[in-house]
């Protein structure tokens, strides 16, 4: 469940912050996300890759629909992909790598301040 709400919580702070901030703000709210709710590193990491990649995924196609794709397919050709969905799969994969470092960074982040239970071995 934790997974479900770090997902909508990064997603809705990635497509309320873009307008507003530069592309870096995907790297913020990741880390945000990854920082406030307590998960495990691989629910961290995965979290950012898809609340980051589905809204720049989302966008990307709205834009691309808006314009019909007169933009990315002069850099598919430019490129020589052959087809508009290579240019916007990268898009996606880039954000999602950055969301996903960047959540788990915060997940780390978030490990530095909780206290330790004492072990046997402690």
Known sequence: MRF???VV????????GAPHFGWWWIAVSAFLGGAIIKSSGVQSFFAGAFGVGLIW???ALRIDIATE???????????KLGHVGFIIGITV???GLVGAISCWT?????????????????
């Open 9 to 16: 919580i990064i997603a809705a702070m990635v497509y309320f």
């Open 4 to 6: 479900f709400i770090k």
């Open 69 to 79: 794709s007169i933009l990315t397919q002069k850099i598919a050709d430019m490129f």
């Open 93 to 95: 994969i880039v954000g």
């Open 106 to 122: 915060g997940h780390n982040f978030r490990k530095l301040f909780e206290r330790r239970k004492r072990g046997y071995y402690n």
């Open 57 to 59: 995924l989302w966008m």
